[in-house]
């Protein structure tokens, strides 16, 4: 059973930063194989593509709209993925998931996500 467990979101304003964490319960060698992603998703609307990062970190994809604003990255020995995102807006208020795709690729769409986690709540007041 694959867990995935996210942290870091709450209520901030607009032009704040926050770093969502999440941590993986399967092994090292086995998240080592896995492409991760963050999505969101706000109220009414569909769930969308954050960013994603490759097994080993080097290849990483962003959705325009936080391009230049978010970062991913991971700690394959802590399995962990992270996104800081700074210069926040009222938009980017949504649930915030993490995903686990099993390829040594870059997931870039939620359909090709094997695991996911609960999500945490990102709101930013403006």
């Known amino acids: 059973q694959v867990q995935l467990v996210e942290s870091g979101g709450e209520l901030v304003q607009a032009g704040d930063s926050l770093r969502l964490s999440c941590a993986c319960s399967v092994a090292t060698f086995t998240f080592r194989s896995y492409a991760m992603g963050w999505f969101r998703q706000a109220p009414g609307k569909e769930r969308e593509t954050v960013a994603a990062?490759?097994?080993?970190?080097?290849?990483?994809y962003y959705t325009d709209s936080v391009k230049g604003r978010f970062t991913i990255s991971r700690d394959n020995a802590k399995r962990s993925v992270y996104l800081q995102m700074n210069s926040l807006k009222p938009e980017d208020t949504a649930v915030y998931y993490c995903?686990?795709?099993?390829?040594?690729?870059?997931?870039?769409?939620?359909?090709?996500?094997?695991?996911w986690g609960q999500g945490t709540q990102v709101t930013v007041s403006s």
């Open positions: 995903a686990a795709d099993r390829t040594l690729g870059l997931g870039y769409s939620s359909n090709e996500y094997d695991y």
């Open positions: 990062i490759n097994w080993s970190g080097g290849r990483t």
